[in-house]
């Protein structure tokens, strides 16, 4: 079974500073993707980024950036220069490659960028 | 990316009521997820639904409590029934367009009294 674990319940950070959220999983998987969500108070979840297990290069989108180490099942997530569109809730993820396609989710971590 | 809607997006429900959840997609999908997030939660699967065939519900959700249908490849119901206030819940419908991402819709706020 996958399990996806999020050990920060909350952070806070000014804006234009960089934060980096953690996330550790679990699986006995060895081909899976890893997924960074974003929710923000209209509720709707948005797709941050996508890493493939497969893949030893770090995924980056614009000003989100992962630290993939697979070894130690940890899949961080870097948020430079942060804006106040940033604030959310950001929720971990991850999903075996073949078989099964659901998404198994950790508790996530509110994000607030203060001004 | 994905368009989905979702209506109700909002409702308000007395207990012992049932509630239909719509999810439309603008383009035809193999499969449909519905999802759950009670308040402060995660999301949690309730089941997959795909065309054609009888929805796969996860441990701890069941047919007669969460009617699904699926009748065609771009439309899919998920049914909250003989609601409790411990159904007061997001709900939302996903779907995946590309293998390894999913899109949500904004999800329906239910809230049981």
């Known amino acids: 079974a996958q399990t996806v674990t999020q050990s920060q319940p909350e952070m806070s950070v000014q804006e234009a500073e960089t934060v980096t959220l953690s996330c550790t999983y679990d699986t006995s998987e060895s081909n899976y993707y890893l997924f960074w969500y974003k929710q923000p108070p209209s509720r709707q979840m948005i797709l941050v980024i996508r890493?493939?297990?497969?893949?030893?290069q770090n995924a980056t989108e614009n000003r989100f950036s992962v630290n993939f180490q697979k070894a130690a099942k940890s899949f961080s997530l870097k948020i430079s220069d942060s804006q106040l569109g940033d604030t959310a809730m950001y929720f971990c993820?991850?999903?075996?490659?073949?078989?099964?396609?659901?998404?198994?989710f950790g508790q996530g971590t509110r994000l607030t960028i203060n001004p | 990316s994905a368009v989905i809607s979702q209506k109700p997006s909002r409702d308000i429900c007395q207990r012992g009521t049932s509630l239909t959840i719509q999810c439309q997609v603008d383009?035809?999908?193999?499969?449909m997820f519905w999802y759950r997030q009670q308040p402060g939660q995660s999301l949690t699967l309730i089941a997959t639904?795909?065309?054609?065939?009888?929805?796969?519900?996860e441990s701890g959700f069941v047919i007669d409590k969460f009617p699904i249908s699926r009748p065609n490849l771009t439309f899919s119901t998920l049914t909250v029934s003989n609601m409790s206030p411990e159904d007061s819940s997001i709900y939302l419908c996903?779907?995946?367009?590309?293998?390894?991402?999913?899109?949500f819709g904004e999800g329906s706020r239910l809230t049981v009294l």
């Open positions: 996903s779907v995946e367009r590309v293998p390894g991402e999913l899109f």
């Open positions: 890493q493939e297990a497969y893949k030893q």
């Open positions: 639904a795909n065309q054609g065939s009888e929805a796969t519900y």
């Open positions: 383009s035809q999908v193999t499969m």
């Open positions: 993820a991850s999903r075996m490659a073949q078989g099964a396609q659901k998404l198994v």
